[in-house]
């Protein structure tokens, strides 16, 4: 896979992610600067010459890295690749941003959902627990697991914005999710505890009121 990261608008950086390449690059007597190969450039689509602390890379590494990823990615030219950066956002004054581009195999591991704009994980949607119930979606879906990867409630938003497929990612709202989930109750113990605790989800409760409940149960 490829990440296309847009930190300002006049840096853009390409890393390509590839757990092939990295065993591949650390085997015995193969030398390598770097295990993810990693490109920048500037608002004019130079390669960046200079090195700093954000940019550690001198610029013969660069070149490399840029070769290496138009070897392993299906873009053949470093204009097809500046190209992808127009792609994280249609609004000129949003500079900052990432996409990420997978490709090869990977239908064997996952599968488009077309009408739900929506990527499963073949091998988790197949498992289920002891009483035959699917897993829980987030292990399954990956538009389910982006909407709660980041923490959202009536009184805290979230700044980022997500897109899968073209279609933005509407964050779990748990203010409104715990109340309107049936109650649940789990039995939980802790690494290295004595003891366990009743926990149940489905309400919301204050904080306080929630660890005296936990250190009231033996």
Same mark, same amino acid.
């Given at each position: ?47 960046? =010459?200079?090195?700093?602390? !954000? ?51 990977? !239908? !064997? ?16 949607? =197949? ?42 990612? !509407? ?48």
């Amino acid at each position: 896979s490829l990440v296309f990261s847009r930190r300002t608008r006049d840096h853009f950086t390409v890393g390509c992610l590839s757990r092939g390449l990295n065993s591949q690059l650390g085997q015995e007597g193969v030398v390598t600067e770097t295990k993810t190969p990693l490109c920048s450039w500037d608002a004019s689509g130079e390669i960046l =010459a200079s090195t700093a602390d !954000e940019t550690p890379l001198e610029h013969r590494v660069r070149r490399s890295s840029l070769q290496m990823i138009l070897e392993l990615s299906p873009f053949e030219t470093e204009e097809e690749l500046l190209s992808q950066f127009g792609s994280i956002s249609e609004d000129p004054s949003e500079w900052t941003g990432t996409r990420l581009v997978m490709w090869g195999g990977i !239908e !064997e591991k996952y599968c488009k959902k077309g009408e739900e704009e929506d990527i499963e994980d073949k091998r988790e949607a =197949a498992k289920t627990d002891k009483r035959g119930v699917s897993i829980f979606g987030h292990d399954v879906s990956l538009r389910t697991f982006l909407s709660i990867l980041y923490y959202k409630d009536d009184e805290t938003e979230v700044p980022m914005q997500i897109e899968l497929l073209g279609r933005p990612v !509407e964050y779990r709202n748990w203010s409104s999710y715990l109340h309107l989930q049936a109650p649940q109750k789990y039995t939980y113990k802790p690494t290295g505890a004595t003891c366990t605790t009743e926990i149940q989800f489905g309400h919301s409760v204050p904080l306080p009121e929630l660890i005296d409940n936990c250190k009231g149960k033996k």
